[in-house]
């Protein structure tokens, strides 16, 4: 059966299997850019609302603003396409136990709705567009140094392996390169701390103090395998979110 949406994918080199040389994982490349309720509004009004775009953003700032204040509260909320609740992660001891900020995060649970997955499921489709290999610069891995994880959880203010290709910042100090995590808002917070490590297949550098939430990690630089640096800055964006808790 066809499908409606096509999401194109590169393959990846996989690299949490170092001893499996033929093991990829797919950065979907049509992915684009993050869109944010200013987007949502003109899609609303291109397909025929009749309010106006301040109402429309209005509207849906004060839905995320609620949103968030039911969150606050301990209290689950579901849309048409995520439902999120409340979780206290970590483990309880002894006969009296206390919330321990060193021991336990707050954090949220997101679930996909029943009618997301199973409009993705009917309508979404994949087409591999090939390897992205050697020639390719990319994020493959980040590695949170103060717990050793690679799921996505970092740790602010600890440091962070940054593995892949062609992701040196060059020049370093030059305004509007460097390595930036890009919160749901589309704020973008800069490393500022001097790198500890910076080579072409990896970064080691120190998280800047980050609020709980999801961000995107993004490397903007004019790094070449030449001596001559790229006449326009890259952008290579990490294909997973990353996640304070």
């Excluded at 994982?25 to 301040?54: C, F, P, Y």
């Excluded at 949220?108 to 050697?134: M, P, W």
């Excluded at 709980?212 to 006449?231: C, D, M, P, R």
Aim: with cysteine; proline share 5%.
């Amino acid at each position: 059966m066809s499908k409606k949406f096509t999401w194109k994918v590169w393959l990846l080199p996989n690299l949490l299997t170092k001893d499996v040389h033929n093991d990829y994982t797919a950065d979907v490349s049509t992915a684009g850019e993050t869109k944010h309720n200013d987007d949502i509004a003109k899609a609303i009004k291109e397909e025929g609302s009749d309010l106006q775009m301040e109402t429309l953003i209005d509207v849906l700032n004060r839905g995320d603003r609620w949103k968030r204040r039911f969150l606050l509260e301990g209290t689950s909320v579901q849309d048409g396409n995520l439902h999120l609740s409340p979780r206290v992660k970590g483990n309880w001891e002894g006969t009296d136990p206390h919330y321990d900020p060193k021991d336990h995060k707050i954090t949220l649970n997101a679930i996909l709705t029943a009618d997301l997955r199973k409009t993705i499921e009917e309508e979404v489709g994949v087409e591999v567009l090939g390897k992205k290999i050697d020639g390719g610069a990319f994020i493959g891995l980040v590695t949170d140094v103060t717990t050793g994880k690679k799921d996505g959880t970092i740790t602010p203010d600890g440091d962070v392996i940054i593995t892949g290709n062609k992701i040196k910042i060059d020049p370093v100090g030059e305004e509007g390169l460097g390595v930036f995590f890009v919160d749901v808002y589309g704020t973008e917070i800069p490393v500022t701390h001097p790198f500890t490590q910076n080579d072409p297949k990896k970064v080691v550098c120190r998280i800047p103090i980050l609020a709980a939430g999801e961000y995107t990690l993004k490397i903007v630089t004019q790094f070449s395998n030449s001596a001559i640096l790229l006449k326009a800055p890259r952008t290579i964006t990490y294909e997973l979110p990353l996640t304070v808790e």
